[in-house]
């Protein structure tokens, strides 16, 4: 395989790995980035979603003792049951609404323009958000008081966890951003902002590992086993830009709020537009 290939995947990974659990878009991130690596084509739309499993899995090595308590204690711990509960209960909207949708929002929105237009729309949802998180709790939310209804993971119910599962179905229109979608949302229902992120992470387990295999065995005749270092080199670089964007996302949203987020997806998204409506870039359709 050519070496220009590989770093291609390699930025590609690196952007995954940095953007999937931002409130940014990695799917918007992708598709732009690589629009300008003239990156694309079928096997390409397949590795964009293939990779997200390198992503999820700095998840997983991250969360690891929380997960095999969960394992383990399934049978014993009531709020073990409850905590897989709520992530089945999340995860059921976008597994039905993406097998029912998936197919029709690939063939229209799947662009460059659209994906920016989403970047602006979302990036006013967050400021919003934030405005009204604000109004609601003041400082108290950045010093560590409690004051949300639900600080926790453990705190859920299983209307919680229906709740957020329907928001990140807004997730199927690319540049809109399941973190954002799940993390924004599950904020304006309540939760703590690290409680928010957290359960992003743990929904985002299933999510992304089943959106992978489905769209690997789906396309798999677009594949070939000459792809397999393409796939490996992405998934690889995803694993590590994921795990270091997690531990300082944190870290971060201890003492943060997510306007920079906000600000940073209406900037891109304007330029993209501008970028696009003047000729000085030509975005692949």
Not at 164 to 171: D, I, R, T
Not at 184 to 198: D, K, N, P, Q, W
Not at 239 to 259: E, K, P
Request: aromatic letters at 10%; glycine letters at 10%.
């Amino acid at each position: 395989m050519e070496p220009l290939l590989l770093l291609k995947a390699a930025v590609m990974g690196v952007v995954e790995g940095l953007t999937e659990f931002l409130p940014i878009s990695s799917t918007g991130h992708l598709i732009l980035t690589g629009s300008l690596l003239d990156f694309t084509g079928e096997t390409v739309k397949v590795f964009e979603i293939a990779i997200q499993t390198g992503a999820i899995l700095a998840v997983i090595w991250e969360y690891r003792e929380r997960l095999l308590g969960t394992a383990y204690g399934f049978t014993r711990e009531a709020v073990a049951r409850r905590f897989a509960q709520n992530v089945l209960i999340a995860f059921l909207p976008a597994v039905v609404l993406g097998l029912a949708f998936g197919s029709l929002v690939k063939r229209h929105l799947f662009h460059p323009v659209p994906v920016a237009t989403a970047f602006i729309v979302g990036g006013l949802v967050i400021l919003w958000a934030e405005a009204r998180h604000r109004r609601r709790f003041g400082q108290r939310d950045l010093e560590g008081a409690r004051h949300a209804r639900v600080e926790t993971v453990d705190d859920m119910s299983a209307m919680d966890a229906l709740k957020v599962g329907l928001l990140q179905c807004l997730a199927l229109i690319p540049g809109t951003s399941r973190s954002g979608a799940t993390i924004i949302g599950a904020m304006v229902l309540g939760f703590s902002r690290r409680g928010a992120t957290e359960f992003s992470f743990y929904l985002g387990i299933p999510t992304l590992v089943g959106a992978g295999v489905y769209s690997v065995w789906k396309q798999r005749e677009h594949l070939a086993a000459s792809d397999l270092p393409l796939f490996a080199v992405g998934s690889v670089v995803a694993f590590i830009a994921a795990l270091l964007c997690i531990r300082w996302l944190i870290r971060y949203v201890s003492t943060h709020d997510f306007r920079v987020f906000a600000w940073y997806r209406i900037v891109f998204g304007a330029i993209v537009l501008l970028t696009a409506y003047t000729g000085i870039v030509n975005w692949s359709e």
